[in-house]
């Protein structure tokens, strides 16, 4: 069974990668995201005003009892935290695809 010429032209156009500037759009995208939402994660636990006055944390006194813990608080800060870290990783490992 001979492969026919553009079925072959099809398929190397789908192996190649993306251009250099999309890449680097999509990994600035990625840090930007990875880092706000660390962030976010990282410090939410402490602010009273919002943490501790949440309407689901009335609604279901027990989940709020347990997430008000102290070290429940630096469980959810350490994985804003793994966020960001996740997100600084990206940019260190990263490396142009050219094809």
Same mark, same amino acid.
């Given at each position: 069974m001979a492969v026919q010429?553009?079925?072959a032209h099809e398929r190397q156009h789908h192996d190649r990668p993306a251009p250099v500037w999309l890449q680097r759009i999509s990994l600035f995208i990625l840090v930007l995201f990875c880092v706000? /939402?660390?962030v976010l994660v990282t410090v939410l636990?402490?602010?009273p005003r919002?943490?501790?006055h949440n309407n689901l944390f009335n609604a279901y006194p027990t989940i709020g009892a347990i997430l008000?813990?102290?070290?429940?608080?630096g469980l959810?800060?350490? /994985?804003g935290l793994l966020d960001i870290w996740i997100g600084i990783s990206e940019v260190i490992q990263y490396r142009d695809y050219r094809g």
């Open positions: 010429p553009e079925a706000y /939402l660390g636990p402490w602010w919002v943490w501790d008000r813990n102290g070290a429940i608080k959810i800060s350490g /994985l």
